[in-house]
C-alpha cells in the first residue's frame, strides 16, 4: 500500500525522491516524507498530506540538503496510528542517526515496543514501524569493524527480532554513501545503473531513471552504494550476484498521455491491452498457453480461483468458464476468507490466484495454503517477478502495461480474457470440446479489441447518463448468469470513485428481498447479455419498472427489442458471444463511475481510504 523510494548515486538525491513520491501517488497515501544525509547527519522533513505539502516545505532547502547524494522517502496508508506529522515516515532514532521507511505490518510491535521502553527508549509515533528504528540503534552498539560491516550487522539483528511483512528502507549516519533494503513479504526492487542505485516499492517510482531492475525476494538483505550492490541473507550470509531484468514498459506508459486521469486514459487503453494479452496465445486451432508446461490439467479434480476486489470479481466468471468448456469443477473464493472456511484442497488440485499487483496480501496467503495442501499453482497476473509469480508454478501475465488509477479497469479485462483462454486450454486438454469449438472460439478471442472499441464508442452516451447518476444518492445493478458477475464489479467502480452507495444483486434474487428498496426514481443498471436468461431477466425488471425504478439496459444488439421497452436509456453493445460478454459489458460501467465521479468531483484516480496495492491483511 505504502510507497518506498530510495537514491544513492552522483546526483542530487533531492529531486529524485520527491519525483518518485509523485510517481507512486496512485497507490493511496495519507502522508509523506523524506530523509537525505548531509555529511554526519541526517536531515528529516515529513508531513500530513499530499506530496504537494512535502514538496512545498523542501522549496528553498539549504544548499546542504539540496547537495545531498543518499536519501529515503515514503508515502504512508495509515494502519496503526491516524495521519499526523509524527506518524509519517521516516522515523528516526533519539539522535536523528537511523532513519527509516517501511511497508508493511510488524505484527509483534506491540512486545518490541514495551521492550524497548523497558530499556529507556521513548518511541514518539503510534505507529508499528517505529520500532524498528529503536533496535537498529541499540544493535549499532554493539557492532564492531568498518561502518559498512557494522550497519550491515546492527540491520541483520533487528531484523532477526521481527515478526510480520516488511519491506524496509535504512539509513545511517555512520554511513552516509549506504542504504540498506530488507525484504519480507512486501514487494522491493532496485533500479540499476551505472552511477547510482535506486530503490522503490514500485517500478513506476524507477523507470524515469532506468528500465535494469533486480527485483528483491523474501528474505534478501541489500546493501546499495553508488556503483554497486550486494545481497545477503538475513543472517548474514552473501548472495549471489543476481542478473537485471529489463522493465518491457517505460516512463511514457506511466503518464497520462493527455487524458484527464489516468482511470479514462486505462479505459481507453483497452482494446491495445486485450491485443497484448492474446499475443502468442491463439493459433488457428486452439490456445496457444505455452506457459502452462506440463502442469496437468488433463488430470486435476477440481480448480479453486483466489482474489480480492476486481480480481475476485474475474476469478468468479473464470470459475464459470471453467466449468461450462472444461467440464471441470471449480470453486471462486474471496482471499481473505479461504483460509478461514478449512477449504478441502486435495493434491493434485488447481490454485489459480488472481492479482494485478501479484502483492495482495490475502491472495498470496490463500494460495500459499493452496499449495501447501498440494494444490498446482498458477498466477494470473501484471508484474513481472512479483510475488505471486515467484510463489507459483507457472505465471500466466496479462501483458496489460502498468496501471496507476487505483480503480482498476484493464486489469480486469485483462484478467477475464486470460482466464477465458485458460478455460480453453484446460477443455482442449482435457477433451471436453471439440476442434470446431476450439477454433470457433479463437475466432471469436480475436474479435474482442474492437468489439472494446465498440463499446469505448458509447462513451457520450454514457456521459449524458451520469449527468443524472451523479445527483442521486445510491443505485443498483442486477443481472443474471454471468451478467450477475458484471453487474458485481459495475457496482464495485461506481463505490469506489464516485463514492455513490451501490449494490449489485442476482435479479432472480430480488423479491426475496431487495426489491424493497426500490421506489420512484431509484437507478437501477440492468446488463442483457445472456440470450438463454433474457426472458428471465425482462420479467425481473418489469418488477423493478413497476415500482418506480429508472431503468439503464446495457444489452447486445441482439437482445436490444427485449430490453428497449423496459428502458429508459439503452446502452446497446456489440454482439458478443455471451460467454465473454463480461470483457465487453463491464467498460460502460467503467466509463459510468468514471464520469459520475468527475461530476461529483471525486479525486477519481486516487479514491479516499483505497489503496492500489492492498499489501496487508
Known sequence: MCGIVGYVGEESALPILLDGLERLEYRGYDSAGLAVATGDAILIEKHAGRVAVLTAAMDGAPERLAGARCGIAHTRWATHGVPTDINAHPHTDERSDVAVVHN???????????DLASRGHTLHSDTDSEVVVHLIEEALVGTKGAPEERFLQAVQRAVSRLRGSFALGVMWAGASELLIAV?????????????????????AALVAHTRNVVFLRDGDLAVLRPRSFSLYSFTGQAQPARATECVPW??????????????????????????????????ADGPALGELGEIPLD?????????????????????????????????????????????????????????????????????????DQGAVGVAVTNVMASSLARDADQTLYTWAGPEVAVCSTKAYTTQVELLALLALETARR???MGAADLQGWVRAMEKLPRWAEDAIALEPQVRGIAEWLADQSHCFFIGRGLDWLVAMEGQLKVKEVSYLSAEAYAAGELKHGSLALV???????ALFTQPHLAEKMAGNVAEVRARGGRIVAVVSSTLASIAAPLADELLILPDVPPPLAPVIAVIPLQLLAYHAAVLRGTDVDKPRNLAKSVTVE
Open 104 to 114: 508493511g505490518i510488524i505484527e509483534n510491535h506491540a512486545a518490541l515496543r514495551q
Open 183 to 203: 525484504r519480507q513479504q512486501a514487494p522491493l526492487v532496485i533500479g540499476v545503473t551505472e552511477s547510482a542505485h535506486f530503490l522503490a516499492s514500485d517500478v
Open 250 to 283: 517505460d516512463v511514457r506508459a506511466a503518464e497520462r498521455g493527455g487524458y484527464a486521469h489516468f482511470m479514462l486514459k486505462e479505459i481507453h487503453e483497452q482494446p491495445e491491452a486485450l491485443r497484448q494479452t492474446l499475443v502468442g496465445r491463439l493459433n
Open 299 to 371: 488430470r486435476c479434480r477440481r480448480a479453486w480461483f483466489l482474489g480480492c476486489g476486481t480480481a475476485y470479481h474475474a476469478a468468479l466468471v473464470g470459475q464459470r468458464l471453467l466449468e461450462s468448456w472444461a467440464a471441470l469443477p471449480a470453486e471462486a473464493d474471496l482471499g481473505s476468507e479461504f483460509r478461514y472456511r478449512d477449504p478441502l484442497v486435495s493434491p493434485g488440485d488447481l490454485a489459480i490466484a488472481v492479482s494485478q499487483s501479484g502483492e495482495t496480501a490475502d491472495t498470496l496467503a490463500a494460495f500459499r495454503q493452496g499449495r
Open 430 to 432: 482435457r477433451r471436453a
Open 519 to 525: 421506489d420512484t426514481g431509484t437507478p437501477v443498471v
